[in-house]
């Protein structure tokens, strides 16, 4: 239960800094930012795990799945895609890529589509 109060906390938090700087920033400038910025800082929290010690479990549940994840889930795929050039899958890294910029296109595109013909 712990485990979900942390994430959910996390999320809010999250959540709450996106809409800020959709507040603060316009359109496609404020998704570019939050992106990097989530990027910027999962890399900070995955390379202190690895290199500085381990992150405790609440501690990475909260920022890493929790805020993290509420501002941004761009970071989680770039950390992904990263894994898997550095265990030299290239293939794999590649087709994730290219799998997760086109069926996330598609998806949206499909949706909008849906509601049109209902609508």
Known sequence: M??????????ALGAGLRYGAS??????????????LGCLGIGVLAGYGVHLGTLGTNFRLFLLVGVLGGFTTFSAFALDTLLLLERGELLTAGLYVAASVGLSFLAVFAGLWLVKAVA
Not at 23 to 36: H, I, R
């Open 23 to 36: 507040q603060l920033l316009a359109g496609p400038v404020a998704t570019l930012v939050v992106n990097v």
């Open 2 to 11: 712990m485990n979900w109060l942390l994430v959910l906390a996390g999320g």
